[in-house]
């Protein structure tokens, strides 16, 4: 069984930086791809970023690119997200996502989902 927690999320202003990460526990976490989705309130969730296993792909959604950079600690077991440059449309609950490949992660085909971590960016 795989356990994903996401935190690093909170309340800031337009402009300002966050940094989300996941603790993955319980499987070889660097034998897998990883994810960040997130979901705004009345929208369906969305794909942000994914990393691939040996953290040297990465892939990102054109809405983030240049602003958020997601990288990997395989020796620590997680996952991070770093947002530069936020705004309020960026408001949304943040979700961390284990696949077998990028593809499935990107696909939003995970097996596994962490609970999420909440980012809110007022103007």
């Known amino acids: 069984q795989v356990r994903l927690v996401e935190s690093g999320g909170g309340l800031v202003q337009a402009g300002d930086s966050l940094r989300l990460s996941c603790a993955a526990s319980?499987?070889?976490?660097?034998?897998?791809?990883m994810g960040w989705f997130r979901q705004a309130p009345g929208k369906e969730r969305e794909f942000v970023a994914a990393i691939n296993w040996t953290g040297d792909k990465t892939y990102n959604t054109d809405f983030v690119k240049g602003r958020f950079t997601i990288s990997r600690d395989n020796a620590k077991k997680m996952v991070y997200l770093v947002m530069n440059s936020l705004k309020p449309e960026d408001t949304a609950v943040y979700y961390c996502a284990l696949g077998d490949v990028m593809s499935t992660v990107v696909a939003g085909r995970s097996d596994y989902w962490g609970q999420g971590t909440q980012v809110t960016v007022s103007s």
């Open positions: 319980g499987r070889t976490f660097s034998r897998y791809a």
